[in-house]
């Protein structure tokens, strides 16, 4: 591997650091046993939200207000389905619908047909001292955004808590059984709305991420699958936070990979370097994903539990 590679390398990084945060997210809240369909939706919120905010909060007031789009988008999907126990598809993807329409709808609104393209503030990579100079890797790993060393910190400290935390513990019971977590006294709504709470946050700081750390615009349904790739992710990683920061960098190659493609001039047309992601997503989720059992309460109506 040469430094001819570490362009490729750093695209990887930077596509893949806006999924694996929204997957990160979404491997908590499926492992407490819901299926956030609605987790593009999410996305989308959090990217408006962001755009609509750099310019007079700032890059860290854009972020913040990302995060609490995504949590608000979370909070009314935890009401549908956790407190009037609504089928889990369906409001998640009455969600998604509903934040494309209002995302759609404001950035008209607020903005008109132009838009506010190249007024965002977007986030300036930060290079780690020694770090980044190392060969090849160095600039890939270690001058990024922000956002891609929270994403770094997230994903040991994600598995840690899961596996040797008693709160960790008790979300993996919930996943597995509510009924059974009861009887330990565990709250299966609460665990429920806590990790649904994460996920949002994550999912929100995904778009913020998308919006901020890299295109620097908003467009209406920039989230472009986003959410259920993100979905796919957790799959392809076996619902382990390792596992998924591994699956996020292999949807992320698949991205920067069309850049390289379309670089090479060749005579095809360029939707089908487009594409590389989505099709990965269809072997993921009807292949390797296949294989390997999710939490077994994962996406299961329930009755009311606390």
Known sequence: MTDASSPF????????????????????????????????????????????????????????????????????LGILIITLRAEQIVAGTALTLLALGVTGLLYRTMF??????????????????????????????????????VMYGLVPLVAWWLSRTRAGLSLRAVGESPTAAIAAGISPDRVRWLALLFGGALGGLSGGCLVVAQVGTFAEGMSAGRGVIAIAIVALGRWSPLGVALAALLFGAASALQFVFQSLGWNVPYQLFLALPYLLTLVALAGIAGRHAPPAALGRGWFRTS
């Open 112 to 149: 008109g047909t132009t838009g506010v393209a190249l007024t965002i503030p977007t986030a300036k990579p930060i290079a780690i001292p020694l770090l980044s100079s190392a060969p090849v890797i160095g600039r890939a790993l270690f001058v990024q955004p922000a956002t891609t060393y």
């Open 9 to 76: 390398l750093e695209a990887t990084i930077r596509t893949a650091t806006p999924l694996a945060l929204a997957a990160l997210g979404e491997t908590i809240v499926e492992r407490a046993g819901v299926v956030n369909i609605g987790l593009e939706g999410v996305i989308i919120a959090g990217a408006f939200a962001a755009a609509a905010t750099a310019g007079v909060a700032g890059i860290s007031g854009a972020f913040t207000t990302a995060v609490l789009a995504g949590l608000s988008c979370t909070i009314l």
